[in-house]
């Protein structure tokens, strides 16, 4: 059974940056999508970023694009969220999401995922 954990979150004021990493362990060869949501009070759940493991293809949401930045480390099994230029509103809870099984769908489709994580907090100050 793969698990999935994150770390890096914290607080920091806008314009700084933050690295989150997720860490997998198990049997990792399995995952084939690597993704980052975010949820912030009272609202649902959205993607920020994605990757496909096999193909190194990144995918962003528009409000992240050019902030944000989606890697991977095979040997670390660790998928990391390069955030820089944060922004108040990007204060949330950041998921680490996996995909291990051949279900369909876009990047940011929560549905697609079977594997999470159990979060880290970013708090950005303005």
């Known amino acids: 059974q793969v698990q999935l954990v994150e770390s890096g979150g914290g607080s920091v004021q806008a314009g700084g940056s933050l690295r989150l990493s997720c860490a997998a362990s198990?049997?990792?060869?399995?995952?084939?999508?690597l993704g980052w949501f975010r949820q912030a009070p009272g609202k649902e759940r959205e993607g920020v970023a994605g990757i496909y493991t096999a193909m190194n293809r990144t995918f962003y949401a528009d409000s992240v694009k050019g902030r944000f930045t989606i890697s991977q480390d095979n040997a670390k099994k660790t998928v990391y969220l390069q955030m820089n230029s944060l922004k108040p509103e990007d204060t949330a809870m950041y998921y680490c999401?996996?995909?291990?099984?051949?279900?369909?769908?876009?990047?940011?489709?929560?549905?697609?995922?079977?594997?999470w994580g159990q979060g880290t907090q970013v708090t950005v100050s303005a």
């Open positions: 999401a996996a995909r291990s099984l051949q279900s369909y769908g876009l990047w940011y489709d929560i549905n697609i995922y079977n594997l």
């Open positions: 198990g049997y990792t060869r399995s995952l084939n999508l």
